[in-house]
Every structure is written in C-alpha cells, then in structure tokens.
C-alpha cells in the first residue's frame, strides 16, 4: 500500500484484506486471496515474495472468486494492488462480493505513471478512479506491449528509483475509500482512457495530489501502527 494516511480504520473495525500478497495492511484481521502463498506461481503476484503470516492471521483461497463469508460480516474491506491483476471477466464478480461481505473499504491500484513506467507482465489491465467511477483498460487493448523493452530495463534498475518513488507516493498510485456501496466500474478502450486521464491530470492541474503526505501525517501514521493491532476473529462468526 502506497497511501496508507487514506484508511481510516477504528481499533473495533473488524478488517478484511483482499489478496495481501507479501504485504499485508497491519490492521487486517482476515485475509482473502486467489492464491496459496504456497502455491508454486510466479512471486511477482505477491509483490516479490512470499507471505509471512507469523501472525496466524485466519487466510482463506477462493478459486470460484466467491467469499465464504455472511453478508456484512466485516466492517472494511482493503483491496490493495490487486485489481491491476484480475481479468476484465472476473472483476464484477470481486466487486460484488467485497460489496456484499463489508460495510465500507479502501481501493488502491497503481497510477497510469507507475504503468508507464514499468510496465510489469502480472499487471493485466491499467485503471484509474474520476468523478467516483473506476475506469479499466485492458493491457491487450493498448500500445503498452511496444515499450516492454524500455520497462523491462526500468524495472531491473528499480532500486535506483526508491527514492524518488517514496518521495512521490501520489503520483505512484490511486486510493480511495468508499462507503455503502463500491463506485461503478467501468472498461473502456484506450482512446476513452486517455480522454479521461486527460480530463483528470491536465484539465485541472490543482487535483493531482503530488505532496499531500507531509512530515505529520507520517507521524501520525506511524503512532497509529504502534498503537492498533489486528483483531482475533471468532471464524465462525464471519463464514456463511
């Protein structure tokens, strides 16, 4: 998660975390993936490598894309980097069952900058958040394939760039909270892309949010990590 300073999470909040991958939210009581983190799949999946839950945190697999769990069972969804993964197909279909399983929640994906520069295999579709709508693109849909060369020599040199990526958090990624109900989804093909990117970042300059993370709410941030910790979950109050 690149935008932490957005979740706003109580320390009752029963929280579910949407495929955690290698790095999971602190406040995340259950986790929910497509994958095993045993599974024998590429680590790029899971951000790199492979989970710790040293915690014992409650980890459940979904392979039909459905959650096992009762209507409202928890009170915030995370899905963090995991919609740039899921094909255009199944996507409706996540988007209905956090929508179902939890109350309000937090949406992050990797920014249409972050893309242009690396530009990684796993991502499958480009996405962007405007005027409460989600908007995908579908990598097959684009030019993207034609710069592989370039990204793919980014993307060996990627620790080079850490700094200027931790210094540019907001422009590395989108998040948003939502309550009540997830914003509409919408698939659209490169050249409606671009008009909405360019509705979004150019037509009104002053919306791009390039330095809203300042000293104190890293402070703040980190005094809240210290302070909350994950619940323990009765799992059988939250399985159907």
Known sequence: MQLPWKVNITKEDIVLEVGPGAYPYYR????????DPNEDVALEQFGGKRLDNSK???HYVTKDGTFPFKDKAFDYVI???VLEHVPKDAINLLMEEMNR?????????????????YNYDVHLNILDYFEDTIY???KKDTNFHMMK???DMIIKSRKLWKGFEKINR???????EWRGNIPMIKIVNQEEFLEIINKKYFDNVERIEAYDFNWFQKKLFRLKEKMYKHNSIDIKSIEK
């Open 170 to 176: 907001p422009l590395m990624a989108v998040g948003f």
């Open 28 to 35: 995340s009581d259950v986790y929910i993936d497509k994958f």
């Open 79 to 81: 899905c963090s980097h």
């Open 136 to 138: 995908l693109l579908d």
């Open 56 to 58: 014992e945190i409650p």
């Open 101 to 117: 399983v939890s109350k309000r929640g937090y949406i992050e994906f990797p920014s249409i900058f972050f893309e242009s520069i």
């Open 149 to 151: 060369p370039f990204t």
